[in-house]
């Protein structure tokens, strides 16, 4: 079965400082994969979505990730954090033709002065 | 309207009882999502419909959960005979068609919190 693992559940950093949220996922098969952040108290919002094509995808708020198959990866990465970023970060990936949107347990991103 | 609508936000109800909780997807997507998001947890696959196709139920974790939607409008998401562990975030999400196999993005309302005391 598809699987979506976050291997991070708290990452702390400071503000300005590059970040890195790690995502695996378990298929052999074409897969779609998506970046949500959920803002204290907030809905879920897309960050960024691989669907084919380039392996570096870009997204809102200065985020982007990296298609990796080999490594069965999909890593978020931003460069430059702000306190702004500080929320809950959900990796979660649709097989092909599958229904259902199968998410990761989620990293809670904490960013500090 | 412009975004995914859940009622209640908030719902605090006692064990036992049966809660509704309701969602208006945006209009004009076909597809709608229920999941749970429990405290410090990930989000739980519940229900799917797609247009007048039948839903897939495989996520209700037992029979005391259901859900109905009604053509491509309202989804009502029905918890009977309440129990603790039902505590949780739920939350609809609504896309064009099927989100996955056309890439379509996945629109999540705000949820509806659910306490069982």
């Known amino acids: 079965a598809q699987s979506v693992t976050q291997l991070d559940s708290q990452v702390p950093v400071f503000e300005e400082a590059p970040v890195e949220l790690r995502c695996n996922y378990s298929?052999?098969?074409?897969?779609?994969l998506f970046w949500y952040v959920q803002y204290p108290n907030q809905g879920l919002q897309l960050l960024l979505k691989?669907?084919?094509?380039?392996?570096l995808v870009k997204g809102i708020n200065g985020f982007e990730a990296e298609f990796n198959k080999s490594q069965t990866s999909f890593h978020l990465r931003k460069p430059s954090v702000h306190i702004s970023d500080t929320a809950e970060y959900f990796c979660?990936?649709?097989?092909?033709?599958?229904?259902?949107?199968?998410f990761g347990t989620g990293t809670q991103l904490k960013v500090e002065l | 309207g412009a975004g995914v609508s859940q009622s209640p936000s908030n719902k605090v109800t006692e064990k036992g009882k049966d809660v509704e909780l309701r969602c208006d997807p945006i209009?004009?997507?076909?597809?709608l999502y229920w999941y749970r998001q429990r405290l410090g947890q990930g989000l739980e696959f519940l229900i799917y419909?797609?247009?007048?196709?039948?839903?897939?139920k495989s996520g209700l974790p037992s029979d005391r959960f259901s859900a109905e939607r009604t053509g491509e409008s309202v989804s009502t998401l029905t918890i009977q005979r309440t129990q603790q562990e039902d505590s949780a975030v739920y939350l609809c999400?609504?896309?064009?068609?099927?989100?996955?196999?056309?890439?379509?993005?996945?629109?999540f309302g705000e949820g509806s919190w659910l306490t069982v005391v």
């Open positions: 999400a609504s896309s064009l068609a099927t989100g996955g196999s056309l890439g379509n993005t996945i629109y």
């Open positions: 298929s052999s098969v074409s897969v779609y």
């Open positions: 691989y669907l084919s094509g380039s392996t």
């Open positions: 979660a990936a649709f097989t092909g033709g599958g229904n259902k949107l199968t």
């Open positions: 209009s004009g997507h076909t597809a």
């Open positions: 419909f797609q247009g007048n196709s039948a839903p897939d």
